[in-house]
């Protein structure tokens, strides 16, 4: 089965940075598509960025220029750096694969970001 570990989240401050890491087992991970999404209380989750099999990269409007996604194959891991951190970025943020017919969620790492 897939499996997938985030790590990484906790308390900052305006303008700090962290680093998301998503540990992932169970898939071929270099042939995985794989994306960060995030959810705010009271709010709908939401896309922040995906890194496909290939290296593309996309990311919401809300985050470009701050955060970066990318991948080590080699260690079956997907990274979300956050710099230039805002409140507004608070949420549970979920890794997530898509890996031929499975579509796979960790569960989720809290991210709180004070004024």
């Known amino acids: 089965q897939v499996q997938l570990v985030e790590s990484g989240g906790g308390l900052v401050q305006a303008g700090g940075s962290l680093r998301l890491s998503c540990a992932a087992s169970?898939?071929?991970?270099?042939?995985?598509?794989m994306g960060w999404y995030r959810q705010a209380p009271g709010k709908q989750r939401e896309l922040v960025a995906i890194?496909?099999?290939?290296?593309?990269?996309y990311y919401a409007d809300s985050v470009k220029g701050r955060f970066t996604i990318s991948r080590d194959n080699a260690k079956n891991t997907v990274y979300l750096q956050m710099n230039s951190l805002k409140p507004e970025d608070t949420a549970v943020y979920y890794c997530?694969?898509?890996?031929?017919?499975?579509?796979?969620w960790g569960q989720g790492t809290q991210v709180t970001v004070s004024s």
């Open positions: 169970g898939i071929i991970f270099s042939i995985a598509d």
């Open positions: 997530n694969a898509v890996y031929r017919s499975n579509v796979a």
């Open positions: 890194i496909t099999r290939i290296s593309s990269t």
